[in-house]
């Protein structure tokens, strides 16, 4: 049953990123974009959506793949579903702070600024952080060897070639200002020392006396 839950839950947390994101969607699809992707990315991306979409729709809705299905513990689900909605939140969180820096190429338009705060303070990819966890989150909420991994698996590429692609761009445009952005910043996940641990046991140890 609790398998059940975490899959109705996946599907709210599709439908959320689709209603976040729509006016972004929206000006991709009216406006008269050129050509972002090259036919290499579209074949990328094109794996990514089928591990992040269309695998687990089909998996949701038939028995097709349930061959492959795993039990894990509730609490994991849990956990998991967490780490799901915290990737819809910073997803969001990334494309408002971009604002009208946001664009689904790596060009640099004119007047093109470098986003480092907010969520960029921690990382450099935070939209690429958001999907990443997400990923991770699917392998334990569609607890399934075939469907779970899929997402990581196959969006793995893109999201690589894209990061390593837009890096070339931001250092050729902001030169020395972005090299010192990267040396603060990992690509993905904070530095350890951009973490105050102290005042997180402080907080803990707060929350435990209030209890």
Same mark, same amino acid.
């Given at each position: 049953?609790?398998?059940?839950?975490?899959?109705?839950?996946?599907?709210?947390?599709?439908?959320?990123?689709?209603?976040?994101?729509?006016?972004?969607?929206?000006?991709?699809?009216?406006?008269?974009?050129?050509?972002?992707?090259?036919?290499?990315?579209?074949?990328? +991306?094109?794996?990514? /959506?089928? !591990?992040?979409?269309? $695998?687990? %729709?089909?998996?949701? @809705?038939?028995?097709?793949?349930?061959?492959?299905?795993?039990?894990?513990?509730?609490?994991?689900?849990?956990?998991?579903?967490?780490?799901?909605?915290?990737?819809?939140?910073?997803?969001?969180?990334?494309?408002?702070?971009?604002?009208?820096?946001?664009?689904?190429?790596?060009?640099?338009?004119?007047?093109?600024?470098?986003?480092?705060?907010?969520?960029?303070?921690?990382?450099?990819?935070?939209?690429?952080?958001?999907?990443?966890?997400?990923?991770?989150?699917?392998?334990?909420? +569609?607890?399934?060897? /075939?469907? !779970?991994?899929?997402? $990581?698996? %196959?969006?793995?590429? @893109?999201?690589?070639?894209?990061?390593?692609?837009?890096?070339?761009?931001?250092?050729?445009?902001?030169?020395?200002?972005?090299?010192?952005?990267?040396?603060?910043?990992?690509?993905?996940?904070?530095?350890?020392?951009?973490?105050?641990?102290?005042?997180?046991?402080?907080?803990?140890?707060?929350?435990?006396?209030?209890?």
């Amino acid at each position: 049953m609790a398998r059940t839950y975490f899959e109705i839950i996946f599907l709210w947390g599709i439908v959320l990123q689709i209603i976040l994101l729509w006016p972004y969607l929206l000006d991709l699809i009216t406006k008269k974009q050129p050509d972002y992707f090259s036919k290499r990315e579209r074949l990328l +991306l094109l794996y990514a /959506f089928t !591990g992040f979409m269309l $695998l687990p %729709l089909i998996y949701v @809705f038939t028995t097709w793949f349930s061959f492959f299905d795993y039990n894990l513990p509730t609490l994991i689900g849990f956990l998991a579903a967490l780490l799901y909605f915290f990737g819809i939140w910073l997803l969001f969180k990334a494309y408002r702070e971009l604002g009208p820096n946001w664009s689904p190429g790596p060009e640099i338009r004119e007047g093109h600024i470098l986003i480092i705060t907010g969520v960029f303070k921690w990382v450099r990819h935070p939209i690429y952080a958001a999907y990443a966890s997400m990923a991770v989150a699917q392998i334990f909420m +569609l607890q399934n060897w /075939f469907v !779970g991994p899929a997402f $990581l698996l %196959l969006a793995t590429p @893109f999201y690589r070639y894209r990061v390593q692609l837009e890096e070339q761009y931001l250092t050729r445009y902001f030169g020395d200002q972005y090299l010192a952005y990267r040396k603060q910043t990992n690509a993905l996940y904070p530095k350890t020392e951009q973490i105050d641990f102290r005042m997180i046991l402080e907080r803990i140890k707060s929350f435990k006396k209030r209890r």
